[in-house]
């Protein structure tokens, strides 16, 4: 039988602790180290709905993506979401424990699996790296195996993901050379450019961001933050489970609409 330190274990070799970014909260922020596990939950969200999941299957742990305690509070009570959330784990006996940008960065992590899904060749990490570290940038960026038009490309992004996205870029421009961050990293668009991409995947972008690159020939697609790294919170279970096979290992995906899923 593992404790819940067994995975924050596994979870320091998958993700190291040194690749999250200094602003970032991850590993453990709710439970007890000591306590048994023998189910346990991986979701990109820290929601209700990904509590309440974990509840049904009788789970002791949830991993996400997201972290749910980000700025020091001051209080926890059913007054806010944050509170109600941490209440719900507590009386329910659930651990709780984070892997963001560590996970990002990490080999086998959000991007590298958005890099496979799009079947990039050659791929290499560029952007964003912790300070703690000089060895793992965050994003990736490599190349297809055939040139396509943006619109194109953006028909396949649609699919692969399943979702409806914001474009930035001449529809007939033709890409060779693709750039993956998941969430929210339209500010990599020019460390894309300088590592020779032609079009940023991202999950959001601001309007201004979008204008400026755009503007300077890089095409951006805004696919959606959920859709850009639920994949890999599902890579992140495979990786767990690997790891601690006697643990029953489970992946929360809410329906659309729900639980900061769009439509």
Not at 82 to 100: C, P, V
Not at 110 to 131: C, K, P, R, T, Y
Not at 156 to 173: A, F, H, I, N
Not at 221 to 247: D, M
Request: charged share 20%; aromatic share 6%.
């Amino acid at each position: 039988m593992h404790a819940c330190r067994d995975i924050l274990s596994a979870l320091e070799s998958i993700a190291p602790s040194r690749y999250a970014l200094g602003f970032d909260k991850i590993g453990l922020q709710v439970g007890d180290p000591d306590s048994q596990v023998t189910r346990a939950v991986v979701a990109m969200d820290r929601s209700l709905g990904a509590v309440e999941y974990a509840i049904e299957l009788g789970a002791q742990m949830l991993v996400t993506h997201h972290p749910l305690i980000f700025q020091p509070i001051s209080s926890v009570d059913t007054r806010s979401h944050e509170g109600r959330t941490i209440l719900r784990m507590i009386r329910a006996g659930i651990n709780f424990a984070a892997a963001h940008t560590n996970w990002d960065a990490a080999k086998g992590g959000i991007n590298d699996e958005l890099a496979l899904m799009f079947e990039l060749e050659s791929v290499s990490d560029f952007g964003m790296i912790s300070e703690k570290c000089d060895e793992q940038h965050l994003g990736r960026v490599g190349t297809l195996k055939e040139p396509v038009s943006f619109q194109n490309f953006v028909e396949r992004v649609e699919t692969v993901l399943d979702t409806r996205s914001w474009t930035w870029g001449k529809p007939e421009k033709i890409v060779k050379r693709v750039a993956v961050v998941g969430g929210a990293a339209d500010n990599e668009w020019m460390a894309a450019q300088k590592a020779g991409a032609n079009v940023l995947l991202t999950g959001e972008v601001r309007q201004h961001v979008a204008l400026e690159a755009s503007e300077s020939g890089m095409c951006i697609i805004a696919a959606g933050h959920f859709a850009t790294e639920h994949p890999g919170s599902g890579a992140l279970k495979n990786r767990l489970a690997e790891a601690l096979p006697a643990i029953e290992w489970f992946l929360f995906t809410p329906p659309k609409g729900r639980h900061g899923r769009p439509h």
